[in-house]
């Protein structure tokens, strides 16, 4: 997905940032898994690593948490609270 549309779908759900945590990954069940299998967890695929990234920072901006996985091209933005 392109960044901007990743940015409208989050910007649908959340109603307050500092709730939320944003993240970025390569292994979205995985990471889910490790979180506890949230049930809010939404996630979607960016069409490359710096589209993701951008959209993380984006939000972490605006007050979101953070939880960013490093290497392996993380591609995967997801949301939880």
């Given amino acids: 997905m392109k960044k901007q549309e990743i940015i ?9 940032y500092s709730v939320w945590t944003i993240g970025i990954t390569s292994d979205p069940a995985q990471r889910k898994k490790i979180y506890g299998n949230p049930a809010s967890w939404t996630q979607w695929k960016a069409d490359c690593e710096k589209i993701a990234r951008d959209v993380e920072m984006y939000f972490l901006d605006k007050g979101m948490n953070g939880r960013t996985e490093v290497g392996k091209s993380p591609n ?3 949301i939880f609270m």
């Fill in 8 to 16: 409208e779908k989050i910007e649908n759900i959340v109603n307050y």
């Fill in 76 to 78: 995967f933005v997801y």
